[in-house]
């Protein structure tokens, strides 16, 4: 096998303001300076995404060698300018940075953090596209969660698995790493020959030279930078479809007898179930990856291709195929929302259980109900859970998803699923917050509702009467 090298770690800074809930967004930077702001404030991660710039599309050019854990690479990003800039921000961890362009000409840069900085030779106007072109090479930065959980580029006995939410993303490609702006992607994924790179979106095409293959994938839908992967290494491809949508099924040879193929093989009727309760299924393709890194413990909902660290249990699909409508294509503005994509996928969960003769979302709830007042999910609110280390715990998926059904009961079955279709249809692509979902919820339903969700999303106790 291959010797493995050593991984490069780096304990990714916790924003000092973590434990603020004020969701102020950082103005952008003094317009008289005319720099770009180095982050959009998020209350959790103040430093992700950068002020001044909208991105449009990333064009991503990686080669990548597991023996030395190498990558070599190259991403384009074409984005227009919201602001004049004298100079802007990426988010880049690690790496030898050996060249930057703007519009073809070279710009000085400097390193700063997570930051690169960079100064156009010619200053950017307000309104105007502009390519930025970041040439870089070095081990990929593993980047380590205020929760301990490891993401980024992590590398697997035979090449590695690629999953970055919340900030994993700079650890392998230069971003405006926020949510709030969502770019189409292509990826040219270069391997020694044997491996298989999976990136987001169809596959375009696949080529043999000198020893390397280059698959190249397209993602058209609009995708948070979070949501990329290119995870590779040695896998079975198996490629299928869901009416007219591709499916990419890759499987590590060492959990094909675990049965990985039949779990995703769920994934054709999943979707069309919640094509018909949500709507139409977001995106152009579908699919999921299986691979062998049981260390990572957690499955992503990556933007057309979840990822699976081993087998997934056949709730998880459901889980992961849910989060392409709410995550993926409804996008949260700010991580504490996280709930928003948590809440609705743990309650997708559930409503697929009730509709194919398991257990009702109801009693689903009751079970998350009997928790003792003292338990955390009653202790932690799901829109104020106590900094980002504790974004992925128990409240956010399980209160979340109890939310749901509350307000299900509460509005009636037609208003509520009309709710949610109403939420996906209109803010398909887009990003919103809670506020928004509260707004569309009491307007369809008529009911004033304020109280309602102050007990179940705002207070740190137990709702009792709702
Ligand atoms: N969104 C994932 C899910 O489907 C969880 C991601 C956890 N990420 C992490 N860095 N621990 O539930
Ligand atoms: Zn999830």
């Known amino acids: 096998g291959a010797p493995m090298a050593r991984r490069h770690l780096v304990r990714a800074a916790v924003g000092v303001a973590a434990a603020a809930t004020s969701l102020v967004v950082a103005a952008p930077a003094t317009a008289t300076s005319g720099a770009g702001s180095p982050g959009l404030g998020d209350p959790y991660f103040p430093l992700a995404g950068n002020g001044g710039y909208d991105v449009r599309h990333y064009s991503l050019d990686l080669d990548y060698v597991r023996a030395t854990n190498f990558l ?27 060249r930057v362009t703007v519009n073809r000409l070279p710009a000085t840069f400097t390193r700063d953090g997570q930051e690169l900085v960079v100064t156009p030779r010619v200053p950017l106007r307000r309104g105007k596209t502009f390519v930025v072109k970041v040439e870089y090479k070095g081990e990929p930065t593993e980047v380590i969660d205020p929760d301990g959980s490891s993401e980024g580029w992590v590398p697997t006995a035979d090449g590695a698995f690629v999953v970055n939410e919340p900030q994993g993303s700079p650890g392998w490609y230069p971003a405006n790493d926020n949510p709030r702006d969502k770019a189409t992607y292509d990826m040219a994924i270069t391997v020694p020959k044997g491996i298989t790179a999976i990136g987001n979106g169809r596959l375009l095409s696949k080529r043999d030279r000198g020893g390397k293959t280059t698959w190249r994938w397209y993602e058209d839908s609009p995708m948070a930078p979070y949501l990329a992967t290119a995870t590779n290494g ?17 499987v590590d040879p060492a959990e094909v007898a675990e049965g ?55 709730g998880t699909v459901v889980h992961e195929i849910s989060h392409q409508w709410f995550g993926n294509s409804v996008s949260l503005t700010v991580w504490p929302d996280i709930w928003l994509n ?30 003792p007042a003292t338990s955390s999910i009653w202790t932690r609110p799901p829109t104020n859970v106590g900094g980002p280390q504790f974004m992925f715990s128990g409240t956010v998926y399980d209160r979340g998803a109890a939310t749901l059904q509350a307000l299900r009961v509460k509005v009636g079955d037609r208003t509520f699923f009309r709710i949610l279709r109403e939420w996906y249809a209109d803010n398909r692509n887009g990003n919103v917050t809670t506020a928004d979902f509260v707004r569309l919820a009491e307007k369809r339903s008529g009911q004033q509702l304020d109280a309602f969700f102050d007990t179940w999303l705002y207070q740190p106790a137990k709702p009792t009467t709702w």
């Open 260 to 314: 990985a193929f039949d779990r995703l093989a769920a994934e054709a009727e999943i979707i069309a179930f919640f094509s018909d309760l949500y709507g139409p299924y977001p995106f152009s393709s579908g699919g999921g990856v299986v691979d062998h890194a049981p260390e990572v413990g957690y499955a992503l909902e990556s933007q057309t291709k979840s990822q699976y660290d081993s087998t997934p249990s056949a």
């Open 72 to 98: 070599d690479a190259s991403t384009t990003i074409t984005a227009r300018a919201t602001q004049d800039l004298r100079r802007f921000n990426l988010d880049l961890r690690g790496f030898t940075v050996s």
């Open 234 to 250: 040695v896998f079975e491809l198996r490629v299928s479809k869901a009416g007219r949508i591709p499916l990419y099924h890759a």
């Open 342 to 371: 948590e809440g609705f996928a743990s309650f997708s969960e559930w409503i697929y259980d009730e509709r194919h003769g398991g257990p009702t979302a109801q009693a689903s709830f009751d079970q998350v109900y009997a928790r």
